[in-house]
């Protein structure tokens, strides 16, 4: 089984900045993609960023040059840094840990709020 814990959201006036973490912990295999999804009230779902164990990355476009995705293996942790944050960017952000044979973990979801 595997889990995923986020944290890092929270209240941020727009121009700020948050981290978000999210640490997995179980049978995790070596080779996987981590990313973060988030969902705004009323919308769809949408990828944001992801990373796999060789540190490529994907981003939305509207993200490109303000966010950055990293992770450290050692801890089995994904990190996002988000910059010059906009009350459009306010959402559920949600971990993912993406494993071939295992399939995808989702967390519970971390909220991030952008006032202007």
């Known amino acids: 089984q595997v889990q995923l814990v986020e944290s890092g959201g929270g209240l941020v006036l727009a121009g700020g900045s948050l981290r978000l973490s999210c640490a997995a912990s179980?049978?995790?295999?070596?080779?996987?993609?981590m990313g973060w999804y988030r969902q705004a009230p009323g919308k769809q779902r949408e990828l944001v960023a992801v990373i796999s164990t060789g540190g490529t990355t994907n981003y939305l476009d509207s993200v490109k040059g303000r966010f950055t995705i990293s992770r450290d293996d050692a801890k089995n942790t994904v990190y996002l840094q988000m910059n010059s944050l906009k009350p459009e960017h306010t959402a559920v952000y949600y971990c993912?840990?993406?494993?071939?044979?295992?399939?995808?973990?989702w967390g519970q979801g971390t909220q991030v709020a952008v006032s202007s």
């Open positions: 993912t840990l993406k494993m071939t044979l295992q399939g995808t973990y």
């Open positions: 179980g049978s995790i295999f070596r080779l996987n993609v």
